[in-house]
């Protein structure tokens, strides 16, 4: 018999931590006959859901809970919870009822079937996100391919199933803003996606807003990978080398044909488009000289207010 443990970040989820707790418990008690562990982390909830950890975790003691300092973001959450996991397999899922916990049968009979895999990672049959939310996505899986040379087909989504060892690896690692999808393709290659159903969100709405999603992405690019570094070089380079032919090409004009060049407006376009293009790198260079003060702060992922383990 395998002990799981699962780790749920929550923020604003009082209504939903009643069921969630109890689909699980049916799952593992009902439906697998495993044993289980759960392991709440409050990410600085404006609503009531401490209070309702509590009950909990008072009514069952295999519920653990932790209360963060502030709100410090869906990925330290994750890594608080994984430092508290005695499981040999981690399961990791969102707090609002999207992931149903009558699909983790699904991920726990392949990673018994296949000891040549580490990581499961839920693909949704059906997925219920907003078209925002789809696209950031598309956009994020596309870049991630890019940057840390992850399979196009394989799908990065919260809904997981790790082995122990992998866990272990990541607490150990001291990466300033984790982000535990990029951190797993790091450490593994031995990773699949299973196809299971997604629900739709009952109460709220996601945190996900298309703001959000274009400064997680742009900050997994500059955390992982050289690539705006480098295309700005390149623009660098072409604009210098355009700009050696047209010289050679006014001057030929000039002395062969006695023809000047003419067009303020053009040439002040072209201005304002190397001024800014010098800023874009500037402030390119400037998100990574930001990176390197974060990490020479040493500033904690997360802060621990309280816990009851």
Partial sequence: MSLYSVVVPVYNSEPTLEELYERLRAVFEETMHEEFELILVDDGSKDHSWDVMERLHERDPRVKIIQQARNFGQHPALLCGFHYVNGDFIITMDDDLQHPPEEIPKLA???????????????????????????????????????????????????????????????????????????????????????????????????????????????????????????????????????????????????????????????????????????????????YLMHILDEARKMPNYIERQKKL
């Fill in 109 to 287: 009979k392949v990673i018994h079937e296949r000891d040549d895999v580490d990581v499961i990672i839920a693909r949704y049959e059906d997925r219920k996100h907003s078209l925002v939310r789809r696209i950031g996505t598309w956009v994020s899986v596309y870049a991630t391919s890019k940057m840390l040379g992850k399979p196009r087909d394989l799908e990065i989504t919260s809904f997981r199933l790790i082995r122990r060892f992998i866990v272990d690896a990541i607490v150990r690692m001291n990466v300033r803003k984790p982000q535990i999808g990029n951190l797993l393709v790091q450490t593994s290659n031995r990773i699949i996606n299973v196809p299971v159903h997604h629900d739709a969100r009952k109460y709220g709405h996601s945190g996900y807003t298309f703001t959000r999603l274009v400064k997680d992405l742009f900050y997994d690019i500059t955390s992982n990978s050289a690539f705006p570094l480098v295309l700005v070089r390149n623009i660098g380079i072409l604009s210098f080398l355009a700009s050696v032919f047209l010289a050679i090409y006014f001057l030929v004009r000039y002395f062969l044909y006695g023809m000047s060049v003419e067009g303020w407006t053009s040439t002040i376009l072209i201005i304002l488009a190397s001024n800014g293009l010098m800023l874009l790198a500037i402030g390119i260079i400037g998100e």
